[in-house]
């Protein structure tokens, strides 16, 4: 094949099957075309950047480099399909499914409970299996090293990384460690039917042409074939992940298949690495060479190491990364920063030759038909100094605040600094572009480290120097240039280790990561087994061979896809929408708006919602930026996606919007409710402050948080004849109806809303998936075929809320001994610009935490701000409550001069106490929890070895914490859930469709363990149904932590109804086994099925509370604020 003949068709093995695919749209990604086909949705797609790891599948290619076969794992989402031309490819279904046989690796993160939602675990696994592929014996610090890509939201990573750890070669055998048997790497051929499975993606036809070329002169013969269109040249293309709104480009040029780029050499003087190597092989190469560059090579490879993650780094190349920094101002390229640290130098090509280029000067140069063709990386000299640093929100996986490389040439006699080569001081994050800090540079020359002016006099003329422009996202400008400041001092002191104090050497030691470890025990009932006997969930083997299904993974034959369109500002008149452009897009079906709703614009109204309706698309005006404005609908998800940014939308009559707490204060923008009406008050606080021995009154807030969750926003609905079915990711069935049906017009039940599953929910899905299924409904409606959402991230965070952020004033009174006499408190909560929602009044049941404090009075405010409507979020009002509170404690002992865990001791509610929201504590048992951890936790000494260690370490501090706390369970105002129970009379089994969402909470578990119990069978013969509006109608959101306590009620109520129909038979059939039992009673006419509604109530609005105790050991970098828990005992 000529190279410049467009690529029109790749064939490549999927699960040990051949695939030949033709007149695939080459925008098309690996993940796209797997997740269209029937039985591979076991390869989720949730970020869309190579950033969650859900998407990971394994790769076996050809290396470029070395010519072998290498197993990588990869992010599908942003893998080019067309870009794995003769790979072969391993999903989750290919190593394990319950037809064929688990793997062990989906074995044992089942035994290990690392599975949850589920959502996440078929890429935890395939990332596994491609690390085991390739390293069989892998060390505990390998493994955890390789799953920097992979994010679980709700299950945590202790049970994950104890799974994967199991597999190391230094794993504890007692614990069930084990390496892999090397035959269980091989891949299961998929059990799918070929011609079902190997099927072009069902796209509309593109414009874009791929070419492969074999050599570098080929590009440009492209180059200069399609002078005028977009080309875009790409290695690994996942850039695509971090700026994903650019235009598709009209010629893609995969540069894998030219051998000199990916060509690396050693030499006498350098490095050279070619253009389209990837960053972990370049890793590799510093790692296995590091003894050619002593003093920079390691360095720079550790850097690399926090650049992106393992997946990322497996096929995304160094010239690739440089090119995103060329290419945009906001990207923070610590590739580019360490780089130029060390003067290393790239060549680029045009059709007229080579030029080599300083990576400075290459910021500044015209790439218009030319193509970066090799690295060059000097070797550092025997006297060279070389640090890097990166200071970042995480560990791992997260763009720098900022970036630096330092690099000198030290005399190591007279400690001098040398002119040749000359000092490179490169900072990222301060500006558009990395910056060099060229005065200091020359300021150092010929002067000695261990000259105390010298520090001083580099430090006063850096500060002169350095400006750091304004980045709302990445830390305020303050910030940012502390810690540039602080990265010098740190180099500067690692440069002269043996000439520094002690006290001061902490700040020139990394920190350094250790190998997590973990220990639980528990106590069971066997008496009551199977109720408390520890179980792995029902479905965690399908979870985590990718057999589960989740909204998000639906294909519905002839299906259309749905994306929002949203506003671009707040607080504004709407002008004209223009959809004009979007609908001449391919694909593109229709536009959607208010004004085709059939029925009432809302998806929250009463009697729901507790204040207003909140519309599903605004009309007339918008009150923020991200609010839905309408729908665009087409053939696919992508171009929906698309289309829906092109619809042109002119706003009018835009004020200054509100946006913080404390511009609703200003404004005294503040809802009716809760209200001054709303007040607690316990005792004369006022009194017992003022004549408290000592006072103290402060202030403090903390932010909004994002859900998160695994599974987008997913709803598929289908036109059933005058009715519709509705598959929802949502933790409200009976809330999705009735917005389904109110939109729509339609009566309750002419919408059946059904729910297997949700990959986690945390609250963002009570109420706001509705929004979404009513939105897939009205074009279901309006097509009459079926249409499924799946929300993009970007979507999400724009136009769903988060939890409520909070601001508090506080007064306190106390005695000399710390215990406290009263407490005041105004809290303001951010609902946003609707109040449904709002937890300040759940806020105010939690705000004493765990401490009886006689005398209170505490004031809960919502503000109104022209942001999207807040929600509930994991802990709703409590977690902000108790962050309250525990900070005037801390308060309080900093004004007293002792441990604040003193003050929280001393202040520890007692059995029978009563909260100030007038709930008795009849079971508390803080106090002797207290102690145990004390005790366990060695706190006394651990204390001590804080306070020594502290004195001893300018630069390092630790910290050790006891926080307790109070959660109060509520049951009044939640419910009712409806239960129904099952007995099949032919081979005896049960099915239990209950009220509750099933979202990694193990609530179908538990219900299938209280049956078992009350019925007197075993677990093996019960299976959970999806929850459904007909069987279960009317139930409440699964929220609150209670949902599950109800439901298994519901279905120990239902259970006992059955149990009194078998009963007579039983007392006839003494010794019969169950199965015969149930034969006769189907025989003698019994009704084997059973339905309850359960609502628990309690007398206060407490119905009990659980306490829990923790101590937690941290360590911070004063210089930059990073930090490490070293410990935590719960």
Same mark, same amino acid.
């Given at each position: 094949?000529?190279?410049?003949?467009?690529?029109?068709?790749?064939?490549?093995?999927?699960?040990?099957?051949?695939?030949?695919?033709?007149?695939?749209?080459?925008?098309?990604?690996?993940?796209?075309?797997?997740?269209?086909?029937?039985?591979?949705?076991?390869?989720?797609?949730?970020?869309?950047?190579?950033?969650?790891?859900?998407?990971?599948?394994?790769?076996?290619?050809?290396?470029?480099?070395?010519?072998?076969?290498?197993?990588?794992?990869?992010?599908?989402?942003?893998?080019?399909?067309?870009?794995?031309?003769?790979?072969?490819?391993?999903?989750?279904?290919?190593?394990?499914?319950?037809?064929?046989?688990?793997?062990?690796?989906?074995?044992?993160?089942?035994?290990?409970?690392?599975?949850?939602?589920?959502?996440?675990?078929?890429?935890? &696994?395939?990332?596994?299996?491609?690390?085991?592929?390739?390293?069989?014996?892998?060390?505990?610090?390998?493994?955890?090293?390789?799953?920097?890509?992979?994010?679980?939201?709700?299950?945590?990573?202790?049970?994950?990384?104890?799974?994967?750890?199991?597999?190391?070669?230094?794993?504890?055998?007692?614990?069930?460690?084990?390496?892999?048997?090397?035959?269980?790497?091989?891949?299961?051929?998929?059990?799918?039917?070929?011609?079902?499975?190997?099927?072009?993606?069902?796209?509309?036809?593109?414009?874009?042409?791929?070419?492969?070329?074999?050599?570098?002169?080929?590009?440009?013969?492209?180059?200069?074939?399609?002078?005028?269109?977009?080309?875009?040249?790409?290695?690994?293309?996942?850039?695509?992940?971090?700026?994903?709104?650019?235009?598709?480009?009209?010629?893609?040029?995969?540069?894998?298949?030219?051998?000199?780029?990916?060509?690396?050499?050693?030499?006498?003087?350098?490095?050279?690495?070619?253009?389209?190597?990837?960053?972990?092989?370049?890793?590799?190469?510093?790692?296995?060479?590091?003894?050619?560059?002593?003093?920079?090579?390691?360095?720079?490879?550790?850097?690399?190491?926090?650049?992106?993650?393992?997946?990322?780094?497996?096929?995304?190349?160094?010239?690739?990364?440089?090119?995103?920094?060329?290419?945009?101002?906001?990207?923070?390229? #610590?590739?580019?920063?360490?780089?130029?640290?060390?003067?290393?130098?790239?060549?680029?090509?045009?059709?007229?030759?080579?030029?080599?280029?300083?990576?400075?000067?290459?910021?500044?140069?015209?790439?218009?038909?030319?193509?970066?063709?090799?690295?060059?990386?000097?070797?550092?000299?025997?006297?060279?100094?070389?640090?890097?640093?990166?200071?970042?929100?995480?560990?791992?996986?997260?763009?720098?605040?900022?970036?630096?490389?330092?690099?000198?040439?030290?005399?190591?006699?007279?400690?001098?600094?040398?002119?040749?080569?000359?000092?490179?001081?490169?900072?990222?994050?301060?500006?558009?572009?990395?910056?060099?800090?060229?005065?200091?540079?020359?300021?150092?020359?010929?002067?000695?480290?261990?000259?105390?002016?010298?520090?001083?006099?580099?430090?006063?003329?850096?500060?002169?120097?350095?400006?750091?422009?304004?980045?709302?996202?990445?830390?305020?400008?303050?910030?940012?240039?502390?810690?540039?400041?602080?990265?010098?001092?740190?180099?500067?002191?690692?440069?002269?280790?043996?000439?520094?104090?002690?006290? &001061?050497?902490?700040?020139?030691?990394?920190?350094?990561?250790?190998?997590?470890?973990?220990?639980?025990?528990?106590?069971?009932?066997?008496?009551?087994?199977?109720?408390?006997?520890?179980?792995?969930?029902?479905?965690?083997?399908?979870?985590?061979?990718?057999?589960?299904?989740?909204?998000?993974?639906?294909?519905?034959?002839?299906?259309?896809?749905?994306?929002?369109?949203?506003?671009?500002?707040?607080?504004?008149?709407?002008?004209?929408?223009?959809?004009?452009?979007?609908?001449?897009?391919?694909? &593109?079906?229709?536009?959607?708006?208010?004004?085709?709703?059939?029925?009432?614009?809302?998806?929250?109204?009463?009697?729901?919602?507790?204040?207003?309706?909140?519309?599903?698309?605004?009309?007339?005006?918008?009150?923020?930026?991200?609010?839905?404005?309408?729908?665009?609908?087409?053939?696919?998800?992508?171009?929906?996606?698309?289309?829906?940014?092109?619809?042109?939308?002119?706003?009018?009559?835009?004020?200054?919007?509100?946006?913080?707490?404390?511009?609703?204060?200003?404004?005294?923008?503040?809802? #009716?409710?809760?209200?001054?009406?709303?007040?607690?008050?316990?005792?004369?606080?006022?009194?017992?402050?003022?004549?408290?021995?000592?006072?103290?009154?402060?202030?403090?807030?903390?932010?909004?948080?994002?859900?998160?969750?695994?599974?987008?926003?997913?709803?598929?609905?289908?036109?059933?004849?005058?009715?519709?079915?509705?598959?929802?990711?949502?933790?409200?069935?009976?809330?999705?109806?009735?917005?389904?049906?109110?939109?729509?017009?339609?009566?309750?039940?002419?919408?059946?809303?059904?729910?297997?599953?949700?990959?986690?929910?945390?609250?963002?899905?009570?109420?706001?998936?509705?929004?979404?299924?009513?939105?897939?409904?009205?074009?279901?409606?309006?097509?009459?075929?079926?249409?499924?959402?799946?929300?993009?991230?970007?979507?999400?965070?724009?136009?769903?809320?988060?939890?409520?952020?909070?601001?508090?004033?506080?007064?306190?009174?106390?005695?000399?001994?710390?215990?406290?006499?009263?407490?005041?408190?105004?809290?303001?909560?951010?609902?946003?610009?609707?109040?449904?929602?709002?937890?300040?009044?759940?806020?105010?049941?939690?705000?004493?935490?765990?401490?009886?404090?006689?005398?209170?009075?505490?004031?809960?405010?919502?503000?109104?701000?022209?942001?999207?409507?807040?929600?509930?979020?994991?802990?709703?009002?409590?977690?902000?409550?108790?962050?309250?509170?525990?900070?005037?404690?801390?308060?309080?002992?900093?004004?007293?001069?002792?441990?604040?865990?003193?003050?929280?001791?001393?202040?520890?509610?007692?059995?029978?106490?009563?909260?100030?929201?007038?709930?008795?504590?009849?079971?508390?048992?803080?106090?002797?929890?207290?102690?145990?951890?004390?005790?366990?936790?060695?706190? #006394?000494?651990?204390?001590?070895? &804080?306070?020594?260690?502290?004195?001893?370490?300018?630069?390092?501090?630790?910290?050790?914490?006891?926080?307790?706390?109070?959660?109060?369970?509520?049951?009044?105002?939640?419910?009712?859930?409806?239960?129904?129970?099952?007995?099949?009379?032919?081979?005896?089994?049960?099915?239990?469709?209950?009220?509750?969402?099933?979202?990694?909470?193990?609530?179908?578990?538990?219900?299938?363990?209280?049956?078992?119990?009350?019925?007197?069978?075993?677990?093996?013969?019960?299976?959970?149904?999806?929850?459904?509006?007909?069987?279960?109608?009317?139930?409440?959101?699964?929220?609150?932590?209670?949902?599950?306590?109800?439901?298994?009620?519901?279905?120990?109520?239902?259970?006992?109804?059955?149990?009194?129909?078998?009963?007579?038979?039983?007392?006839?059939?003494?010794?019969?086994?169950?199965?015969?039992?149930?034969?006769?009673?189907?025989?003698?006419?019994?009704?084997?099925?059973?339905?309850?509604?359960?609502?628990?109530?309690?007398?206060?609005?407490?119905?009990?509370?659980?306490?829990?105790?923790?101590?937690?050991?941290?360590?911070?970098?004063?210089?930059?604020?990073?930090?490490?828990?070293?410990?935590?005992?719960?």
């Amino acid at each position: 094949m000529s190279t410049l003949t467009p690529t029109s068709s790749i064939s490549f093995i999927l699960n040990g099957r051949d695939v030949q695919l033709s007149g695939v749209d080459p925008n098309t990604t690996l993940n796209e075309w797997i997740r269209s086909q029937h039985g591979l949705a076991g390869t989720k797609r949730m970020c869309g950047e190579g950033g969650c790891g859900c998407c990971v599948v394994s790769a076996l290619r050809k290396d470029p480099t070395s010519g072998k076969d290498a197993t990588i794992a990869i992010n599908s989402c942003l893998c080019p399909l067309y870009s794995i031309d003769g790979w072969q490819i391993t999903t989750v279904e290919g190593i394990g499914n319950s037809r064929d046989g688990y793997h062990p690796i989906q074995e044992r993160i089942t035994q290990y409970n690392g599975s949850q939602c589920g959502y996440c675990t078929p890429g935890m &696994v395939m990332n596994m299996y491609s690390l085991l592929k390739e390293s069989p014996t892998p060390t505990k610090q390998h493994i955890e090293d390789n799953f920097d890509g992979n994010i679980c939201r709700c299950t945590g990573y202790r049970p994950i990384l104890d799974a994967m750890k199991s597999f190391a070669v230094d794993a504890d055998p007692k614990k069930g460690g084990k390496c892999i048997d090397i035959e269980d790497l091989s891949v299961k051929k998929c059990s799918m039917p070929c011609a079902k499975l190997c099927a072009n993606v069902t796209h509309t036809s593109s414009s874009t042409l791929w070419f492969r070329p074999s050599k570098v002169a080929d590009i440009f013969t492209v180059f200069s074939k399609y002078p005028d269109k977009r080309i875009k040249l790409i290695a690994g293309d996942t850039g695509r992940g971090v700026f994903k709104g650019e235009a598709l480009p009209d010629v893609i040029v995969d540069l894998k298949g030219i051998a000199s780029l990916a060509a690396i050499e050693v030499g006498a003087k350098s490095l050279l690495v070619g253009a389209t190597v990837p960053i972990n092989t370049l890793i590799a190469t510093l790692e296995a060479h590091k003894d050619s560059s002593p003093t920079s090579f390691p360095h720079l490879a550790e850097h690399l190491k926090k650049v992106a993650n393992v997946a990322v780094r497996n096929i995304g190349s160094w010239a690739g990364n440089l090119m995103l920094t060329h290419d945009h101002e906001n990207f923070p390229s #610590d590739i580019f920063t360490i780089l130029e640290a060390v003067h290393a130098r790239v060549t680029v090509a045009s059709a007229s030759g080579t030029s080599s280029y300083s990576l400075n000067d290459f910021l500044s140069l015209d790439l218009t038909n030319k193509v970066i063709t090799t690295l060059m990386i000097p070797l550092s000299t025997a006297n060279s100094v070389v640090r890097t640093f990166k200071v970042m929100p995480r560990h791992q996986n997260a763009h720098a605040y900022i970036n630096a490389g330092f690099n000198w040439s030290l005399n190591p006699s007279t400690h001098t600094i040398e002119g040749s080569p000359n000092p490179s001081f490169v900072f990222g994050g301060l500006q558009a572009h990395a910056v060099h800090a060229t005065k200091t540079e020359a300021y150092m020359v010929g002067k000695s480290l261990t000259d105390p002016a010298t520090l001083q006099g580099a430090v006063k003329v850096l500060q002169e120097e350095l400006v750091a422009i304004p980045m709302p996202t990445e830390g305020s400008e303050s910030f940012r240039l502390s810690l540039a400041y602080g990265l010098f001092y740190k180099f500067y002191l690692a440069s002269i280790p043996d000439h520094i104090s002690d006290r &001061v050497k902490s700040a020139a030691v990394p920190f350094t990561r250790p190998v997590s470890q973990s220990y639980q025990s528990y106590d069971s009932v066997k008496s009551e087994y199977p109720v408390t006997e520890p179980m792995t969930k029902l479905t965690a083997k399908l979870q985590a061979s990718g057999e589960a299904q989740y909204v998000a993974d639906m294909i519905e034959p002839d299906g259309l896809a749905a994306a929002f369109v949203l506003s671009t500002v707040g607080n504004a008149k709407i002008g004209k929408i223009d959809a004009s452009q979007a609908l001449q897009m391919p694909g &593109v079906v229709q536009f959607i708006s208010a004004a085709d709703i059939p029925g009432t614009n809302a998806y929250i109204q009463p009697p729901l919602a507790l204040f207003e309706a909140q519309a599903v698309f605004a009309t007339g005006s918008v009150q923020y930026a991200g609010e839905a404005l309408g729908i665009i609908v087409a053939d696919t998800q992508e171009n929906a996606d698309r289309a829906a940014k092109k619809v042109n939308v002119q706003y009018s009559s835009q004020s200054k919007p509100i946006l913080t707490i404390a511009d609703a204060i200003k404004a005294n923008s503040v809802y #009716d409710y809760p209200g001054e009406a709303n007040v607690i008050v316990a005792g004369d606080v006022d009194a017992a402050i003022s004549t408290s021995a000592h006072s103290i009154s402060g202030e403090v807030s903390c932010g909004t948080q994002s859900h998160f969750y695994m599974e987008p926003q997913s709803c598929v609905c289908i036109p059933e004849d005058d009715s519709y079915t509705v598959y929802s990711s949502n933790q409200c069935a009976n809330g999705c109806q009735v917005a389904v049906a109110s939109v729509l017009g339609l009566q309750m039940n002419q919408i059946d809303v059904a729910i297997k599953r949700v990959g986690g929910a945390f609250g963002g899905k009570a109420s706001r998936s509705n929004q979404i299924a009513a939105a897939c409904a009205l074009a279901a409606y309006h097509t009459k075929r079926a249409v499924k959402i799946n929300l993009d991230i970007d979507t999400n965070m724009k136009m769903v809320g988060k939890r409520l952020p909070y601001y508090a004033k506080y007064k306190a009174g106390f005695a000399d001994d710390g215990v406290v006499n009263g407490v005041v408190i105004d809290m303001y909560a951010d609902s946003g610009c609707y109040n449904n929602e709002q937890d300040a009044d759940f806020a105010v049941l939690f705000i004493d935490n765990a401490y009886h404090i006689p005398n209170w009075r505490i004031t809960p405010k919502a503000v109104k701000t022209n942001t999207t409507a807040n929600t509930y979020c994991r802990s709703p009002g409590s977690l902000c409550a108790i962050f309250i509170i525990e900070s005037v404690m801390e308060h309080i002992g900093e004004a007293l001069g002792i441990p604040s865990e003193t003050v929280k001791q001393k202040n520890l509610y007692e059995q029978g106490q009563m909260t100030p929201c007038w709930a008795s504590l009849d079971y508390c048992n803080l106090k002797d929890m207290w102690s145990q951890l004390y005790q366990s936790a060695d706190v #006394d000494k651990r204390t001590a070895q &804080v306070t020594v260690f502290n004195q001893q370490n300018r630069w390092r501090k630790r910290g050790i914490s006891i926080v307790p706390v109070r959660w109060g369970v509520h049951w009044n105002g939640i419910g009712p859930f409806t239960v129904m129970v099952s007995i099949y009379a032919v081979d005896s089994t049960v099915a239990i469709l209950h009220g509750g969402v099933e979202m990694g909470q193990g609530i179908n578990t538990k219900t299938a363990q209280a049956a078992a119990r009350e019925l007197g069978i075993s677990v093996d013969l019960i299976r959970i149904l999806p929850t459904n509006t007909m069987t279960s109608p009317n139930s409440f959101p699964t929220v609150a932590s209670v949902s599950s306590e109800m439901n298994c009620q519901g279905v120990i109520d239902a259970c006992k109804i059955l149990n009194s129909r078998i009963d007579p038979i039983r007392q006839k059939m003494k010794g019969a086994t169950w199965r015969e039992l149930i034969g006769k009673c189907f025989m003698s006419g019994v009704d084997l099925s059973a339905k309850s509604m359960v609502s628990l109530k309690s007398d206060g609005e407490i119905a009990y509370s659980t306490y829990g105790v923790n101590c937690t050991e941290a360590e911070v970098d004063v210089l930059t604020g990073e930090m490490e828990i070293l410990r935590s005992d719960i």
